[in-house]
């Protein structure tokens, strides 16, 4: 069975992070392997919310895992609040990437023209750095404008988006969240092309649907997906799920619960 070291915190409530990953993977008949970031009580969308830091455990956890002699098809890495993690990280791939792991980074950092407050210099460093390691990288547009270290705006052409994915060196560049009017796409950056995606847009936000999306993702290109058919089955597997939820849920624009996802996974 493949396996996939998925690295980010895990809420109790939220579905996001952790708790989004694992049952996508899981549903694509590979095995996640969670290496814990922090512990929250529910997601910090919420009003309010308590959580543990992990920081200080992950080497301890890291160094057992060597002594197991593990290896790993796939690294998924997600939020990372502070560039400690994001050292810790970087020197993880440095031990466990083999000559077919593939390396996923949602590098997040910020979205609508907006670098988000939890973010400083150094730890937008060490996501950039951390980034840079990656074989397929799934920034939104704001996060490829840090990446690329240009002026961060709001909205960018799909010819900018490609002139920016092309000046990265991963091997796939997949941007999320292009603003099309009425509909919203995702851009797929490869030697082999530059395509966008479409979907229909929904209008409202769903708590952990891009921790979904880097998830189905990698693991679809791991079952032996090109990355084009990657990209749109996770798109048309969100945008289900958010329609499935959008029945029973009220019009309100963001939703800290997630979506009903789970009733999309097939056993």
């Not at 590979?30 to 200080?56: A, H, M, R, W």
Request: with cysteine; proline share 3%; charged share 25%.
């Amino acid at each position: 069975m493949k396996k996939i070291a998925v690295i980010n915190d895990i809420s109790g409530f939220g579905k996001c992070s952790l708790t989004a990953a694992i049952p996508v993977i899981t549903a694509h008949g590979i095995q996640p392997c969670p290496l814990p970031t922090g512990v929250f009580s529910n997601q910090t969308g919420y009003e309010s919310y308590k959580g543990v830091d992990l920081t200080s455990s992950m080497q301890d956890f890291i160094d057992e895992w060597k002594k197991l002699g593990v290896g790993f098809d796939g690294i998924l890495t997600g939020f990372i609040p502070n560039s400690l993690q994001g050292e810790i990280i970087s020197r993880f791939i440095d031990d466990f990437k083999g000559e077919n792991t593939v390396v996923l980074v949602d590098p997040i950092m910020g979205d609508d023209g907006e670098i988000y407050d939890t973010y400083n210099e150094k730890s937008i460093e060490a996501v950039i750095s951390l980034s840079e390691k990656a074989d397929i990288i799934t920034p939104n547009v704001t996060e490829l404008a840090l990446l690329c270290k240009k002026d961060i705006k709001k909205a960018y052409s799909p010819d900018e988006i490609k002139e920016m994915s092309a000046s990265l060196n991963n091997e796939y560049v997949i941007t999320t969240g292009i603003n099309l009017g009425e509909r919203i796409a995702n851009a797929v950056y490869c030697k082999d092309g530059f395509r966008l995606i479409e979907a229909e847009r929904l209008g409202q936000h769903f708590s952990g649907t891009g921790d979904i999306f880097s998830a189905y993702v990698l693991s679809d290109y791991l079952s032996g997906k090109d990355i084009f058919a990657s990209v749109k089955n996770a798109c048309e597997f969100i945008e289900k799920a958010i329609k499935l939820t959008l029945e029973n849920e009220s019009e309100k624009h963001y939703h800290p619960d997630g979506t009903a996802f789970e009733t999309l996974l097939q056993i």
